[in-house]
């Protein structure tokens, strides 16, 4: 039996995979050149296609603004096209004048350009360093020449002269250049027509080809219009906001044709990378032709380069940002793939294009390499990033990054996000694929990091309160790191901690701890099983400092740990298993009488506007309860909880003023029938008070829900909240979801709820609005006024 678990164990491994599947990548090989060759040799319907539907993705908005103006959609499809040929035809007729007038003025530069052209050649022809050198390869070349070429005698030139062809066939040749083109924007219309007259068919096609999740489908067709759409729109903006420019400057420079010159630098630069600089070649040299002197050539130069600094390093991140969603070298090796196969137009299309292959492989499982491939996102996240810096020997680029993730956060973010899910790694692999090397790199990276990071970010100092921390690493390595990382963090708070290291558990290294004046011993274990030695160590350090307070901090806890104070059992008096929740349960220990008169403690003055407000508008009296109701009920519904209130602070209570379904318990009412909290005890009061969104996976290992009495009387267990907020930026309550099971948001679910608050905030501003005591007509309009939010 035991080869046979060797195997399977080994089959677990990172490396250790399934076998190479030939068959399977030959299949894969040969589809992909097969769409390759497909699209290659389909050009000529598929590059039409590509423009129609870009062109549809632009003009949509325009048809649906007309279409909800009660105009038929066939009607704000053809007004929309009129509308676009009527001023691209006008705007073709006018840059047409103003190439015929300069075409008609060209002969009268000739002499100055021959002037300068003279003066450059006699600049020229003075005596080089290289004039020697030429002059060999001339007499050399001269030299090959007469001895390969055959004289005059020997050779007979011919020439032959064509006949004279009829005027059908010479007006033929004029026309037939003309007619692909005409063509090709022919059928470029008609499809741009049946992409806006039948889009929604067009949609329900292109969902029932990707097949699979509809939902996925839904959301992957919804974010490939919206990107390319505002790709788009930006890149329209970037190119108007550099050929004005463009067209003034040239004009007070004294370039003619300025108006041209600068719609055709605006139209250049929808084809990335060589458009500018074709279109800039035609000033410039306009410019060398007019002026007999030098100035108009170098500011027409210099008027170039600043809007193409300016351009590419302010307006385009600017506006671009990343909605493309490409990384930069996606970028190129896109414009470098579709130029080979359309040739300039392929690189007109090629991020429209691309963009769509990457939607398309976020949202569909089978083709995410493209995301990958493509994709401006890091393809491994931050503590995966970490670790493999730290595994690499990289401890140099690991603090780069580590110092990064503290800016835009915080240590105690960073530690609690990153720095213990890369030790949470570490453990993991660290009989899998990890060798001794790995080990040894990952430990010395950290020390060096951890050392960084407390030199960079030192304590803030001790505080009011005189409690001792001591952390303490519990059986290896990792623990020791984990600890550091804790104290660390509780200095950063004011707290008095530091981190030692225990290298044996006998009674001769517990007593080198030196823990007579500690208060409080943080000890960390990495081990998924940590209770017979947390159990052993715990009884060791009772033995030697009866009145030492014990946390256990276990990072990866059993389940039956952290329920019914089963860490008792192993002699601890507390447990966590975050920072944060470490963080929070000390800060609590270190200055109970502080945090309980912080929790009395008023998070938002009191307005005696808005409290007036709140009597006048009904929803204190509770008269549209109703609509209250029904949009914590649809708050309930989208986010899939068991309960959905909405509350509002009103003087010293918290009013429930919506709610999904009847909450069990009693609890205080007011004399609306309506749930009335004080507001020290408030169960909105975190969200209120932070005025931002809060998300508790579990209320029970967070010290300010854990022993609150709403809490325990409803049952909650996972609780997430966003403030209400007036139009000046005021909260005035919370949207809260609670459940009774664990579980957590990410960060697209928490984006929604913010945008339901806005539309809740709006409901409810809508209501406070009304100035004196409402008016039956008023509570009609009031309650009319929450109707029409949209679904």
């Given at each position: 039996?035991?080869?046979?678990?060797?195997?399977?164990?080994?089959?677990?491994?990172?490396?250790?995979?399934?076998?190479?599947?030939?068959?399977?990548?030959?299949a894969?090989?040969?589809?992909?050149?097969?769409?390759?060759?497909?699209?290659?040799?389909?050009?000529?319907?598929?590059?039409?296609?590509?423009?129609?539907?870009?062109?549809?993705?632009?003009?949509?908005p325009?048809?649906?603004?007309?279409?909800?103006?009660?105009?038929?959609?066939g009607?704000?499809?053809?007004?929309?096209m009129?509308?676009?040929?009527?001023?691209?035809?006008?705007?073709?007729?006018?840059?047409?004048?103003?190439?015929?007038?300069?075409?008609?003025q060209?002969?009268?530069?000739?002499?100055?350009?021959?002037?300068k052209?003279?003066?450059?050649?006699?600049?020229?022809k003075?005596?080089?360093?290289?004039?020697?050198?030429?002059?060999?390869?001339?007499?050399?070349?001269k030299?090959?020449?007469?001895?390969?070429?055959?004289?005059?005698?020997?050779?007979q030139?011919?020439?032959?002269?064509p006949?004279?062809?009829?005027?059908?066939?010479?007006?033929?040749?004029?026309?037939?250049?003309?007619?692909?083109?005409?063509?090709?924007?022919?059928?470029?219309?008609?499809?741009?027509?049946?992409?806006?007259?039948?889009?929604?068919?067009?949609?329900?096609?292109?969902?029932?080809?990707?097949?699979?999740?509809?939902?996925?489908?839904?959301?992957?067709?919804?974010?490939?219009?919206?990107?390319i759409?505002?790709?788009?729109?930006m890149?329209?903006?970037?190119?108007?906001g550099?050929?004005?420019?463009m067209?003034?400057?040239?004009?007070?420079i004294?370039?003619?044709?300025?108006l041209?010159?600068?719609?055709?630098?605006?139209?250049?630069?929808?084809?990335?990378?060589?458009?500018?600089?074709?279109?800039?070649?035609?000033?410039i040299?306009?410019?060398?032709?007019?002026?007999?002197?030098?100035?108009?050539?170098?500011?027409?130069?210099?008027?170039?380069?600043?809007l193409?600094?300016?351009?590419?390093?302010?307006?385009?991140?600017?506006?671009?940002?990343?909605?493309?969603?490409?990384?930069?070298?996606?970028?190129i090796a896109?414009?470098?793939?579709?130029?080979?196969?359309w040739?300039?137009?392929?690189?007109?299309?090629?991020?429209?294009?691309?963009?769509?292959?990457?939607?398309?492989?976020?949202?569909?499982?089978q083709?995410?390499?493209?995301?990958?491939?493509?994709?401006?996102?890091?393809?491994?996240?931050?503590?995966?990033?970490?670790?493999?810096?730290?595994?690499?020997?990289?401890?140099?680029?690991?603090?780069?990054?580590?110092?990064?993730?503290?800016?835009?956060?915080?240590?105690?973010?960073?530690?609690?996000?990153?720095?213990?899910?890369?030790?949470?790694?570490?453990?993991?692999?660290?009989?899998?694929?990890?060798?001794?090397?790995?080990?040894?790199?990952?430990?010395?990276?950290?020390?060096?990091?951890?050392?960084?990071?407390?030199?960079?970010?030192?304590?803030?100092?001790?505080?009011?309160?005189?409690?001792?921390?001591?952390?303490?690493?519990?059986?290896?390595?990792l623990?020791?790191?984990?600890s550091?990382?804790?104290?660390?963090?509780?200095?950063?708070?004011?707290?008095?901690a530091?981190?030692?290291?225990?290298?044996?558990?006998?009674?001769?290294?517990?007593?080198?701890?030196?823990l007579?004046?500690?208060?409080l011993?943080?000890?960390?274990?990495?081990?998924?099983?940590?209770?017979?030695?947390a159990?052993?160590?715990?009884?060791r350090?009772?033995?030697?400092?009866?009145?030492?307070?014990?946390?256990?901090?276990?990072?990866?806890?059993?389940?039956?740990?952290?329920?019914?104070?089963?860490?008792?059992?192993?002699?601890?008096?507390?447990?966590?298993?975050?920072?944060?929740?470490a963080?929070?349960?000390?800060?609590?220990m270190?200055?109970?009488?502080?945090?309980?008169?912080?929790?009395?403690?008023?998070?938002?003055?009191?307005?005696?506007?808005?409290?007036?407000?709140?009597?006048?508008?009904?929803?204190?009296?509770?008269?549209?309860?109703?609509?209250?109701?029904?949009?914590?009920q649809?708050?309930?519904?989208?986010?899939?909880?068991?309960?959905?209130?909405?509350?509002?602070?009103s003087?010293?209570?918290?009013?429930?003023?919506?709610?999904?379904?009847?909450?069990?318990?009693?609890?205080?009412?007011?004399?609306?029938?309506?749930?009335?909290m004080?507001?020290?005890?408030?169960?909105?009061?975190?969200?209120?008070?932070?005025?931002?969104?809060l998300?508790?996976?579990?209320?029970?290992?967070?010290?300010?829900?854990?022993?609150?009495?709403?809490?325990?009387?409803?049952?909650?267990?996972?609780?997430?909240?966003?403030?209400?907020?007036?139009?000046?930026?005021?909260?005035?309550?919370?949207?809260?979801?609670?459940?009774?099971?664990?579980?957590?948001?990410?960060?697209?679910?928490?984006?929604?709820?913010?945008?339901?608050?806005?539309?809740?905030?709006?409901?409810?501003?809508?209501?406070?609005?009304?100035p004196?005591?409402?008016?039956?007509?008023?509570?009609?309009?009031?309650?009319?006024?929450?109707?029409?939010?949209?679904?």
């Amino acid at each position: 039996m035991q080869p046979n678990s060797m195997n399977e164990a080994d089959s677990d491994l990172p490396g250790g995979g399934p076998p190479f599947d030939s068959v399977r990548f030959a299949a894969n090989l040969l589809s992909a050149t097969l769409i390759v060759a497909g699209l290659y040799y389909g050009r000529e319907v598929l590059i039409p296609l590509a423009f129609a539907f870009l062109i549809s993705f632009a003009l949509s908005p325009l048809v649906t603004w007309l279409g909800r103006l009660r105009l038929p959609r066939g009607a704000s499809v053809i007004g929309v096209m009129a509308v676009v040929i009527v001023v691209l035809g006008g705007l073709g007729l006018l840059l047409g004048t103003q190439l015929r007038a300069l075409g008609e003025q060209l002969p009268t530069y000739q002499s100055t350009m021959e002037a300068k052209v003279v003066d450059l050649r006699t600049r020229l022809k003075a005596p080089g360093v290289l004039d020697r050198a030429l002059e060999t390869i001339t007499s050399l070349r001269k030299e090959v020449e007469s001895t390969t070429l055959p004289s005059a005698d020997e050779a007979q030139r011919v020439a032959v002269v064509p006949g004279p062809e009829s005027p059908l066939k010479t007006a033929g040749a004029w026309i037939a250049p003309a007619l692909q083109p005409l063509a090709t924007m022919g059928i470029i219309l008609v499809f741009v027509f049946i992409a806006l007259y039948d889009q929604g068919d067009l949609r329900d096609r292109a969902l029932t080809i990707l097949g699979g999740d509809l939902h996925r489908s839904t959301d992957a067709l919804q974010e490939a219009a919206t990107r390319i759409a505002k790709y788009l729109r930006m890149q329209l903006l970037v190119n108007v906001g550099y050929g004005v420019p463009m067209a003034l400057g040239l004009w007070l420079i004294g370039v003619p044709g300025a108006l041209l010159w600068g719609t055709l630098a605006a139209v250049m630069r929808f084809v990335p990378y060589v458009g500018p600089m074709i279109s800039a070649i035609f000033p410039i040299g306009l410019a060398f032709a007019v002026d007999p002197g030098w100035h108009m050539l170098l500011w027409t130069i210099a008027l170039v380069v600043v809007l193409e600094l300016i351009s590419n390093n302010v307006v385009e991140p600017l506006l671009y940002g990343t909605s493309t969603g490409l990384s930069a070298m996606s970028l190129i090796a896109a414009a470098t793939f579709w130029t080979v196969l359309w040739g300039p137009v392929g690189l007109i299309l090629s991020t429209p294009l691309t963009v769509c292959i990457l939607v398309i492989g976020r949202h569909l499982p089978q083709l995410q390499f493209f995301e990958t491939l493509l994709g401006a996102a890091p393809a491994l996240d931050a503590p995966t990033r970490l670790y493999q810096r730290l595994i690499a020997d990289d401890a140099d680029e690991a603090i780069e990054l580590a110092n990064a993730e503290v800016r835009r956060s915080s240590v105690q973010a960073f530690y609690h996000d990153i720095g213990i899910e890369v030790l949470r790694i570490a453990s993991r692999e660290h009989l899998r694929s990890a060798t001794a090397a790995h080990r040894w790199r990952v430990a010395n990276g950290m020390e060096r990091l951890l050392d960084d990071l407390r030199e960079e970010y030192p304590p803030q100092g001790e505080g009011d309160n005189a409690m001792a921390v001591v952390c303490l690493g519990g059986k290896w390595e990792l623990d020791n790191l984990a600890s550091e990382m804790l104290a660390h963090a509780l200095q950063m708070e004011s707290i008095r901690a530091d981190s030692r290291r225990v290298f044996a558990i006998t009674s001769k290294a517990i007593e080198t701890l030196a823990l007579d004046e500690a208060d409080l011993v943080c000890v960390s274990y990495f081990a998924a099983n940590p209770q017979a030695p947390a159990r052993h160590f715990c009884r060791r350090l009772r033995r030697r400092w009866p009145r030492l307070r014990i946390m256990l901090v276990l990072w990866n806890a059993p389940a039956d740990l952290l329920e019914n104070d089963s860490h008792k059992t192993l002699g601890a008096d507390e447990v966590v298993t975050t920072v944060n929740e470490a963080v929070l349960r000390i800060q609590a220990m270190a200055a109970p009488p502080a945090a309980k008169q912080e929790r009395k403690t008023d998070a938002v003055p009191i307005d005696p506007a808005r409290e007036a407000a709140l009597d006048v508008s009904g929803i204190v009296a509770g008269q549209v309860r109703e609509v209250l109701d029904g949009l914590a009920q649809r708050a309930a519904d989208v986010f899939d909880v068991g309960y959905a209130v909405i509350v509002l602070t009103s003087g010293d209570r918290e009013l429930v003023v919506g709610q999904n379904r009847p909450l069990q318990g009693t609890l205080p009412r007011d004399e609306g029938n309506m749930i009335a909290m004080p507001r020290d005890e408030a169960i909105g009061k975190p969200v209120v008070g932070q005025d931002e969104a809060l998300v508790v996976p579990d209320t029970e290992r967070d010290p300010r829900f854990a022993g609150h009495p709403v809490v325990r009387l409803w049952g909650m267990r996972f609780f997430a909240g966003v403030p209400l907020r007036t139009r000046d930026e005021r909260v005035f309550g919370a949207l809260c979801l609670f459940d009774k099971e664990p579980r957590t948001l990410d960060e697209r679910a928490i984006e929604l709820l913010d945008s339901m608050a806005l539309e809740l905030a709006a409901v409810i501003i809508s209501t406070l609005a009304v100035p004196e005591a409402p008016s039956p007509q008023a509570e009609a309009t009031s309650a009319t006024v929450a109707q029409p939010l949209p679904e």
